[in-house]
C-alpha cells in the first residue's frame, strides 16, 4: 500500500520533531528548510574560537523522573547529551549595590528572601510555599486536551498541586511583587523574565522554578544548534528528507484542499498533506494569500502582543567568567539609546558551564537588548547605515559592561550582532520575534484550554505547528505540537500512534 506523503514546510525544531514523528507511524516526508542549517530559531552559530547560541537557556523534562522526558526519549533528543542544572538562575543587583539571587534550591531562596527583608517574611513563606507545591506538578507530553483520556491524564496530574494552580491562575508577577515592602524584590521578581509583558502569569515562574528544584530543568551541554542538529540526524537515520536552501514561496491549493508547495525556484513538489511549521503570519498571508484567514485569526495577528523583538550582542572574552552568576541583571550608571529604545539596565549570560562555547579560561557573552523592528528594518535598506549603527550599538553595550567589569574591552576578541531583521532574513519570523506570542495572562488561558487551532477554517489537508500555534512558544511546546499533529493524523485515520 502506498504511504501517504507528507510535506513539511521548515525545519525548526517543531518541523523536524513533526518529520521524526511522521517517519515512525509510516508516512513518508521531506522537509524545505530554507536556511542551509536545521533549527530555525534553535540555533547557534560560531565566530573564531566562541559559539554563541541564540536559543535554549534550558528545557523542561530533562530528567526520565518527569513526565515530559518522553518527549525528548522519542526524539532522541538527549541521548548522549550532558544536562547542566542551575543552582542560581538570575542574580539582579539595584542602584544601592544590593542584590537578589533567584536560586532554584527553594530552601535556599527562602533563606535568602528573608535575609534579604525579614519585613516581607509573610509574604516571602506564601511564594515558598506555592514553588513547594508546585514541586508535586508533573504535566505530560500533551498539553493540548483533544481527547478524553488526555483530560483524565492531565487531571490526575495537577491534583497534588491544584490548590496552587487555582489559586494563583489570574495573579501577575508585578501583582504580586507589589506586596513586597523591599524595593529590591519589589523590582526584582518582574524582571524574572526578561521582556515579559506587564501581565505575565506568576504561575509560570513558580513552575519553572519547581521544575528547577526537582532538578527536572536544565540546559542541554552543546547548545541549540547541537540540539536540532541530533533532531535532524534522528529524523534522517528514519529515512526522512531535508532540503536545505529551498525556500517554500506558495502552498498549493486545488479545491479547498492543500496539495503541496512551490518553491522559490519555481519547482513543485505534491503532496497529501501538508505541515507548515514555519512563521505564522508568512503562512497565513504570504503562501496562503490570506485566503483562509478568518475575523478570529485575523483578530489575533491585530491584537495579540507579540514577544518583544531582540537585539543579540555576542562578546568572545579571553577572561573566565565561571564564578560570576550565569545571568546577571545590573543596572547602568549612564543610561543609553539602542536605536529608539533607551536602556537603563543590562543582562549579561555566559555559557562557560559548557565547554563547547569557548577555549579554556575564556567566555562567551551574550546579551539580548530589546529592539525596534521597524527601525531596524528602515536601516538595513542602508547597508552602510545598517553596519554603522551594529557598531554603535556594540560600542555602548561594551561601555555599560565596563561600568560593572572595568578593562573587559581589552580582552574582547570577537563581537557579534543579530538584529531583528538577522532573525527575519534566515528564519522569516513575523517582525523578528524569536519566541512568537508575549506570554501574557490571554496566552497562559489558551495554554490551559485548547490552544490554538493547527487548522485553518476551509482548508482540507492543511496542519500548522510551532510556537506561533503553541502559546508559550518554547522549545518544548515547538516539539510538542509536531508530536500532536501526527498524532492527530494517525487518530483520523483509526491507526495505532507510534511515540
Known amino acids: 500500500m502506498r504511504k501517504k506523503t507528507i510535506l513539511i514546510i521548515g525545519g525548526g525544531v517543531a518541523g523536524l520533531a513533526a518529520g521524526i514523528y511522521a517517519q515512525k507511524n509510516g508516512y513518508q516526508s521531506q522537509i524545505f528548510e530554507m536556511h542551509f542549517l536545521p533549527g530555525g530559531l534553535c540555533t547557534s552559530w560560531r565566530r573564531r574560537d566562541y559559539l554563541f547560541d541564540g536559543s535554549i537557556r534550558f528545557l523542561s523534562g530533562t530528567s526520565p523522573n518527569a513526565a515530559a522526558y518522553q518527549l525528548w526519549k522519542e526524539l532522541g533528543a538527549l541521548e548522549g547529551r550532558e544536562v547542566y542544572y542551575y543552582d542560581e538562575l538570575t542574580r539582579f543587583e539595584d542602584r544601592d549595590g544590593r542584590a537578589f539571587s533567584l536560586y532554584t534550591n527553594i530552601d535556599r531562596l527562602e533563606a535568602h ?25 508533573d504535566l505530560p507530553v500533551d498539553l493540548t486536551l483533544t481527547e478524553p483520556e488526555e483530560g483524565l491524564e492531565m487531571g490526575q496530574r495537577v491534583m497534588p498541586a491544584l490548590f496552587h494552580l487555582l489559586r494563583w491562575q489570574n495573579v501577575s508577577i508585578p501583582a504580586f511583587a507589589a506586596r513586597f515592602k523591599d524595593p529590591l524584590l519589589k523590582e526584582a521578581l518582574p524582571q524574572f523574565f526578561q521582556f515579559s ?23 542541554p551541554i552543546g547548545g541549540s544548534l547541537a540540539f536540532a542538529e541530533g533532531l535532524a540526524k534522528k529524523y534522517e537515520e528514519l529515512g526522512g528528507q531535508i532540503h536545505y536552501k529551498s525556500r ?26 501538508v505541515i507548515s511549521a514555519a512563521d505564522g503570519y508568512a503562512t497565513i498571508f504570504h503562501l496562503l494569500g ?23 550582542i555576542s562578546l568572545g572574552v579571553g577572561q573566565d567568567f565561571s564564578q560570576e552568576p550565569a545571568s546577571l541583571n545590573f543596572p547602568l550608571r549612564r543610561p543609553f539609546m539602542l536605536g529608539n529604545i533607551a536602556h537603563e539596565r543590562l543582562v549579561l549570560k555566559h555559557y562557560c558551564f559548557d565547554p563547547n562555547m569557548a577555549p579554556a579560561g575564556k567566555s562567551a557573552l551574550t546579551l539580548w537588548c530589546e529592539a525596534d523592528d521597524y527601525h531596524w528594518r528602515r536601516l538595513y535598506f542602508d547597508p552602510q547605515a545598517y553596519e554603522e549603527a551594529k557598531q554603535e550599538a556594540a560600542s555602548l553595550v561594551l561601555r555599560g559592561l565596563e561600568e560593572r567589569y572595568p578593562g573587559l574591552s581589552q580582552h574582547v ?7 531583528p531583521v538577522t532573525y527575519e532574513r534566515y528564519t522569516a519570523n513575523w517582525r523578528g520575534s524569536i519566541n512568537g506570542w508575549a506570554l501574557s495572562q490571554r496566552k497562559l488561558n489558551m495554554m490551559m484550554g485548547a490552544g490554538m487551532k493547527k487548522t485553518l477554517p476551509g482548508l482540507e489537508n492543511f496542519y500548522r505547528i510551532g510556537h506561533w500555534v503553541e502559546p508559550g512558544g518554547n522549545v518544548e511546546l515547538s516539539c510538542a505540537s509536531g508530536r500532536d499533529v501526527i498524532k492527530d493524523l494517525c487518530k483520523m485515520e483509526d491507526r495505532p500512534f507510534k511515540g
Request: net charge negative.
Open 113 to 137: 528572601m528573608l535575609e534579604l527583608s525579614p519585613q516581607d517574611q509573610a509574604v516571602t513563606r506564601e511564594l515558598c510555599e506555592a514553588l513547594r507545591g508546585f514541586t508535586r506538578l
Open 413 to 419: 576578541e570577537v563581537i557579534d550582532v543579530a538584529t
Open 290 to 312: 490570506g485566503r483562509y484567514a478568518d475575523n478570529t485569526i485575523r483578530k489575533y495577528y491585530a491584537e495579540l502582543p507579540v514577544a518583544k523583538p531582540i537585539l543579540q
Open 248 to 273: 517554500v514561496s506558495r502552498i498549493l491549493v486545488e479545491e479547498d484542499k492543500a496539495t503541496g508547495v512551490r518553491l522559490a525556484n519555481g519547482s513543485e513538489h505534491r503532496s497529501d498533506i
Open 197 to 219: 509583558p506587564p501581565d505575565f502569569p506568576i504561575i509560570m515562574m513558580m513552575m519553572t522554578l519547581a521544575q528547577m528544584h526537582n532538578r527536572e530543568s536544565g540546559y
